[in-house]
């Protein structure tokens, strides 16, 4: 018999907020974190703005030493380890067993901005100067490692990587963990810190990005008849996923529950969604069937939701052929629209929507919505939050490759 898996801690650094109150109140203000690139100078690129995080001083964290080697891609899933690890009561590596807690963190691109900073120190300088810690910075699998360090995490330890679904899958991975006896607790989710040259010139030339430079704060807009592309974001998000008995005596606070995971494969193109996402539409269906929840028992969709024509029309089609009849009456929405596209940080972020979602009976807005695409036709939940009681909610992440993921979670009850 599978165990039952809980969620007891949250920790995010997000383009609107660096911890979960504050994140939380932003998405539900309906708070933009767009603005003007500061990171580097964009004078010349077609692409000026993005969702940078602000005011983040990772020696909240980390001491010196460890910050100057450790990407901000780093700083940001130890930033929202250590806020999920106090959030769920463990506190200086006590109240565990090391050996039965695990961490599985992921990033879609890694330390990029060390990986841009080095490549120039070769070629102004040559080889003889490229730093000894370029590797275990610029690598994916570091914030992992780093995070287990930490904690005396010697459960399962690895990364994922696959685009925008990488946090997604990684808390679907270690929910499999727990599932299955492997660990009673696991610290999961994804960081990403591409706010840099390669990255926006990158997605920009592939035309993937906004170009609303006159209006950074209204650039995202998904699902909506205006939208041209997704604004970048970065940031973490991170939880503490526990065995539902293991949490029950230490007392845990219990955010949510986690029930369902579904993972598959477009297997079609690159870039673009499977027409009338379909791989998605098997996504949904995995997790629901995982989760034995009905159509009905759906209040809430945090849905991928790039605020990119193909994406956000497909996914539209993909909820609707799941839901049928039911899908008219489900609250959707894309947080995206205030963080930006947080790439691999984006499905643990948004797995930490719909478990405040659940909890609290409030569902974030979709903002920047004015004019309806007759294509896109649900409830959006425009511009506004909702109140309403939320008894299950899924989070669809989706990525380039046709990685598809969604993950069911339910209010907690014994």
């Known amino acids: 018999m599978k165990r039952r898996v809980v969620v007891t801690g949250l920790g995010v650094i997000t383009p609107v907020g660096n911890d979960v109150a504050t994140t939380w109140r932003s998405l539900v203000e309906g708070k933009s974190g767009s603005g003007p690139i500061t990171k580097f100078d964009a004078a010349t690129f077609p692409v000026r703005f993005a969702c940078e995080v602000k005011g983040f001083d990772p020696l909240q964290y ?6 100057k080697r450790a990407d901000h891609y780093t700083q940001y899933a130890l930033a929202g380890a250590v806020q999920a690890m106090r959030d769920a009561g463990f506190v200086d590596g006590n109240g565990y067993d090391p050996d039965r807690t695990g961490v599985i963190l992921g990033s879609g691109i890694g330390g990029l901005k060390s990986f841009e900073e080095q490549h120039d120190v070769y070629r102004e300088r040559g080889p003889s100067k490229i730093s000894p810690f370029f590797i275990p910075m610029f690598i994916a699998d570091i914030a992992a490692g780093i995070v287990s360090m930490r904690f005396n995490a010697k459960g399962p330890n690895y990364a994922t990587v696959s685009a925008c679904a990488t ?3 990684a808390i679907g991975d270690a929910f499999r963990a727990i599932q299955y006896g492997d660990a009673d607790i696991m610290i999961t989710g994804g960081a990403e810190a591409t706010v840099t040259p390669m990255a926006i010139g990158g997605f920009a ?3 993937a990005l906004s170009e609303r430079n006159d209006s950074p704060a209204t650039a995202s807009r998904p699902f909506e008849a205006t939208r041209d592309g997704f604004v970048m974001g970065e940031g973490a998000g991170v939880v503490v996923l526990e065995e539902l008995d293991h949490a029950r005596r230490r ?6 529950e986690i029930v369902g995971y579904g993972a598959t494969g477009d297997a ?5 969604p499977a027409p009338d996402g379909e791989g998605a539409q098997r996504a949904m269906k995995r997790a629901m069937a995982d ?3 009905t159509a009905g028992d759906v209040q809430y969709i945090n849905a991928h939701g790039t605020s990119t024509p193909a994406n956000d029309f497909n996914e539209t089609r993909a909820i609707k052929a799941v839901f049928g009849d039911r899908a008219a ?3 959707v929405s894309s947080t995206k629209s205030c963080t930006g596209h947080m790439l691999g940080a984006a499905g643990a972020v948004e797995f930490v929507v719909c478990a405040l979602a659940v909890q609290n009976g409030v569902i974030p807005p979709t903002i920047n919505y004015a004019v309806a695409d007759p294509e896109c036709d649900l409830n959006y939940t425009p511009n506004a939050p909702v109140e309403r009681e939320v008894n299950a909610a899924l989070s669809n ?4 490759g046709g990685h598809n993921v969604a993950l069911a979670v339910r209010r907690f009850t014994e």
């Open 205 to 207: 030339n592939m035309k």
């Open 397 to 400: 992440s989706f990525g380039f």
């Open 268 to 272: 079609y193109h690159l870039t673009a």
């Open 167 to 169: 946090s997604a899958h």
């Open 329 to 331: 009456g489900i609250n």
């Open 62 to 67: 980390m001491d010196r030493k460890e910050a």
């Open 251 to 256: 007392g845990a606070k219990i955010h949510a």
């Open 291 to 293: 989760a034995g929840l």
